[in-house]
């Protein structure tokens, strides 16, 4: 069966569903990609591991050791008079420790080169929960982000979640009262680079995104829609994910939540 989200669908954002998503929507790009622009060119998903340290402090326990009695003594005179010396109470002094978690991510982008040259013409950026956190990963982002700006390669950017920070400029200020983004910049010669946007919301199909070439070869389109579909299918969803359960955070925009309601309804 089909997800009964027109686009993309919000339950697979869940931290369980969306790293074998974000695998498998990148796989499905490529193969997509693959079919209409080769021999010229070719796509390939590019894979990057990160990891993010979390620390986690703890105590060790402190508990007291048992007091030692002195043993009896004889008073001066003779007289055996049985007396206890106080002994203090041990306690063993806490030491802070702190656990190291890493927790892993794997990073993808579907890559267009040509095929003689191996020229990286065209990247397609997934963004993920790491790419779109305050802190390292958002950073790192940002900053591989720019470097591409400044170069003759293409940028495509797919943000299918609706949590987190966007981190380009141009749909973050000012920000953008939509649910999903997509994006494409193209290199153009002493010219400034512009977006194309298209903002999405939970109740529309997502767009046929256009994904250019070198001049003079058109741009070849990926039918965002049936790739998420196609996703969806082949990965069991159908089966995996239980509708009952809360959409996933973070909350609906009220109008997104009001249209979640009424299909509810109707269903």
Do not use: C
């Not at 004889?74 to 203090?88: H, K, M, N, V, Y």
């Not at 802190?135 to 609706?162: P, S």
């Not at 082949?234 to 609906?252: A, C, F, M």
Request: net charge negative; aromatic share 8%.
């Amino acid at each position: 069966m089909a997800s009964p989200f027109p686009g993309m669908d919000p339950y697979i954002e869940d931290n369980e569903v969306w790293p074998d998503f974000h695998h498998s929507l990148a796989e499905e790009i490529k193969g997509r990609l693959n079919e209409q622009i080769g021999p010229k060119y070719y796509a390939t998903v590019q894979v990057r591991t990160v990891l993010q340290e979390v620390g986690i402090s703890t105590l060790n326990p402190m508990y007291p050791d048992v007091g030692v009695l002195e043993k009896r003594k004889r008073q001066p005179g003779g007289a055996g008079i049985a007396t206890l010396e106080p002994t203090p109470t041990r306690y063993r002094a806490p030491i802070q420790r702190k656990t190291v978690i890493q927790n892993q991510f794997r990073l993808r982008a579907v890559q267009v080169f040509m095929t003689k040259t191996a020229e990286l013409v065209t990247t397609i950026e997934i963004l993920s929960p790491y790419n779109k956190q305050p802190g390292d990963g958002l950073k790192e982002y940002r900053q591989k982000r720019n470097k591409i700006l400044q170069t003759a390669v293409h940028l495509v950017e797919i943000d299918l979640l609706r949590g987190g920070q966007r981190p380009g400029p141009e749909v973050e200020y000012p920000p953008l009262d939509t649910d999903y983004v997509l994006l494409v910049n193209r290199t153009a010669e002493d010219e400034e680079r512009v977006s194309d946007i298209w903002p999405v919301a939970l109740n529309e199909p997502l767009p046929h995104l256009p994904v250019p070439l070198l001049e003079p070869d058109s741009d070849v389109l990926v039918d965002l829609t049936a790739v998420v579909q196609a996703v969806y299918t082949r990965s069991g969803y159908d089966w995996r994910i239980d509708y009952t359960l809360p959409i996933p955070p973070p909350e609906l925009r009220p109008e997104m939540a009001e249209w979640v309601q009424s299909v509810r309804k109707a269903s």
